[in-house]
């Protein structure tokens, strides 16, 4: 199995709701350093697993998407905790989605998984993987 | 598939035992950057893998029981070569008896697999991974 | 001259005034790794530049009473840009009160300077530095 | 399962044939650092995955013979593509012949798995794992 | 005294020239982790070092004259040996050539000195800095 | 100014006298990653600060005299706290000694200043610098 993986990041604003999140129920934010992994078996006629440019460029426009937010004002997060986890498969599922449109290059549809870790510090971090 | 990783570490001295481990038979020492993961199918109704403060926490209490000592004088290790992926098995299955008696919280009785890893130096580390 | 740092965190909402701000103009977010140096010439009777595990804890102190905030909504930030590198001079100053007052030990009271280094991501940080 | 990563890294010159390479089209290099991962499900009577001395002798072994060079130029690369994921294949393939022909030593042979992962920047990086 | 760093990569071809490089005589390439640093006493009027999307901006288009070259082969470079150290002085050079002429803005003008760190990989690095 | 920083590590075990050290008075170990700066003002007819492989040769010969050893037994060391500021300078001093008598080639007779770094946990690290 091949796996490539591009890094961007996200600061956004939020707040969560549960007693279990103690102190981050209170509107704070977050730097998420983002890791997108694309998998497949075999590498296509390139010898890669994905246009690592259209990747990043498209890892960028997801991020994008969220970052300098207030995620507690966004009508698609309305009624969710945007935890780190939560964000994580947000963003796997808006990639995997450009994936399945496209976005990527014909290339791409050849894509079999992608894994989204989301870096909330350097000492917590939260992933989602997924099939595609 | 979602996890959670926490980080923290401990500091440690021990001795090897075997050719194999040519001048780490005497006794000498390390800081082990510990990352402990918890895997789960499906979020819990907070939307998270596990309370990532009670996981810090008890992640913690594990590397204090280790840390700051000879482990080669532990009575629990006794007849045990302390290797960095020995450890990680201790770590992990420390943390996975911790999960089953409910210290990490109700909600982490749905937690499916633990990995623990532990990094020794800047360009070697170990890893063990096991089921809940 | 010897220098010892020990690094925490804190994850904060705020904005930014000012048209060089772009999309950080609205209400966003950051986790800020801080890393907290102190210097000093000559090592105390103990060999060491401070005692290491105060210096943790007045620096978990510091980022505590700013993290799990909007900045915005602060009475001590009214007015005030809290930029990156604005909030490292906090951390200082705050720091540097906290010596001067006794709380890192009176072998702190030999240290000559600060240095705190806030990353807001894997790409951009600022560190603000001060004598004692 | 337990795991055991060694890192090093190579310098090379290369160029990439195909548009979707854009820029890197042109001769241009890399340094890869590279993580080389061995794996089993039950440690050997060492209480070890491997003997991590030679692994880093083998691992530093295999780039060697790939750094400071122009892959563009080497008899064993004419063309292939030498992409990051394809040089991931390259390395892991040789570390697998060198653990079958014993030059890990015999405890070597009861690896299971290995992964290689190629970092050619902070923010991108390219794995390849296989069954041994 | 304040600084703010800003990172970027860029991957280059070379060979350096006299024994002292043994292997490295050879054509080879690298990846250098580019971290800019920009200090100044006091902030400006934003209570910032810099502009940091310009920073960033005239960092890439500083690296971006570099990336993707046989640096052999560049006129800029004839009878220079593009060590490490050599190249982390032309990338400060040309930063403060940006800086004087405006392209970092008004606010750009107050800045007192410039450090370029190019990390050649995980464990080599050389840094150049020069006052403003 | 120019510098040049090369990285290698060292495990070792000893304990700490005195209260301050709290549970690290007992015998535990810790392995720090030791970064190895060399500063000049202008570069030698190479264009370099040193010969990056001596550097790392003699700072790999220097960790190797305290490494996989109790410092507790070393004469050296006797009466004498070996916290990471103290072995901080052991190192920077050893590599003076080796600049001075030639071991790292007559061009590092131009060397100006040496600062070490050594990382004991990724949240701590101590550091000495000194002129030549």
Do not use: C, K
């Amino acid at each position: 199995m091949f796996s490539v993986t591009v890094r961007d990041h996200m600061m956004i604003a939020h707040s969560l709701r549960g007693e279990v999140f103690g102190p981050a129920q209170a509107l704070h934010g977050a730097t998420f350093v983002v890791d997108a992994t694309f998998r497949r078996s075999v590498l296509d006629a390139d010898n890669i697993v994905v246009d690592i440019g259209r990747a990043a460029e498209e890892l960028h426009a997801v991020v994008g998407e969220l970052s300098y937010r207030n995620l507690d004002e966004e009508a698609a997060f309305a009624g969710t905790n945007t935890t780190t986890e939560a964000l994580a498969q947000v963003v796997a599922d808006r990639l995997a989605e450009r994936v399945r449109t496209g976005a990527l290059g014909d290339g791409a549809l050849g894509l079999e998984g992608i894994a989204v870790t989301l870096h909330e510090s350097h000492i917590a971090w939260a992933s989602y993987e997924r099939a595609l």
